[in-house]
């Protein structure tokens, strides 16, 4: 169980263009998902964090008119990288918490690379 | 805020050997402290979580321990073997919401 996906897996796209990433708690609810960055050999930074029905709460410095986060449902968060610069790329990993059970443990989706030319 | 620490940043041992890796937080108040591992290109897996009632955890080969007077935390592999290779997370909960702040990592090496 608990089991999170992430679509899509890999993704290459022309800088300025958006990409929305898609992230899915498949076997359980999730009131609240995460979204993070790495960098190669580096640790996971918190971009957001994403409650289901409400407006997602941004780390300092991420810039939120960049990352959209939408959490419309209790399964599924999206992140959507406007106007994208090869700066943005990076890997995006989101995680879910489980609704119900243990409160505080997350898993995470596969992960998102993301490559602006 | 909370504040995570993690040591040491890399880490080396022969197969069979011990590896120990240690984390410190600032808030007193985190009570969740889960250990995660990250294999090249792979998203983190939970190996194993303590919370604050506990001073130690086990599972086989792996085992956590928890000083919450010091705030510090420890996990243990005995017995390492070599697909033990991997970036290993500490993380502490932040906040109301209990986002998890993650240590910088340690790169541990199991050679045959």
């Known amino acids: 169980g608990a089991v999170v996906s992430q679509h899509p897996s890999r993704v290459i796209c022309k800088s300025g263009t958006s990409v929305k990433i898609e992230c899915r708690s498949l076997?359980?609810?999730?009131?609240?998902m995460f979204w993070y960055r790495q960098f190669p050999k580096k640790s996971l930074m918190l971009m957001a964090t994403?409650?289901?029905?409400?407006?997602?709460?941004?780390e300092q410095g991420v810039e939120k008119d960049k990352f959209l986060i939408n959490h419309a449902s209790l399964t599924l968060s999206t992140l959507t990288v406007t106007s994208a610069h090869p700066e943005d790329s990076s890997f995006y990993i989101c995680?879910?918490?489980?609704?119900?059970?243990?409160?505080?443990?997350?898993?995470f989706g596969p992960g998102t690379r993301l490559t602006v030319l | 805020g909370e504040n995570v620490e993690q040591h040491p940043s890399t880490l080396s041992v022969q197969e069979g050997d011990s590896a120990v890796i240690k984390c410190t937080y600032s808030?007193?108040?985190?009570?969740?402290f889960p250990w995660y591992k990250q294999e090249l290109g792979k998203r983190p897996q939970l190996i194993i979580d303590?919370?604050?009632?506990?001073g130690e955890k086990k599972d086989q080969r792996i085992a956590v321990t928890l000083n919450k007077t010091a705030k510090h935390f420890s996990l243990h592999i005995t017995e390492t073997q070599p697909e033990d290779s991997a970036v290993y997370f500490c993380?502490?909960?932040?906040?109301?919401?209990?986002?998890?702040?993650f240590g910088k990592g340690t790169k541990l090496s199991v050679k045959p």
């Open positions: 993380a502490a909960p932040m906040g109301s919401q209990g986002n998890l702040i």
């Open positions: 994403s409650n289901e029905g409400s407006k997602a709460t941004y």
């Open positions: 995680s879910a918490r489980i609704l119900a059970g243990v409160p505080d443990t997350q898993y």
């Open positions: 303590i919370r604050s009632n506990v």
């Open positions: 808030d007193s108040a985190s009570n969740y």
């Open positions: 076997d359980f609810q999730a009131t609240t």
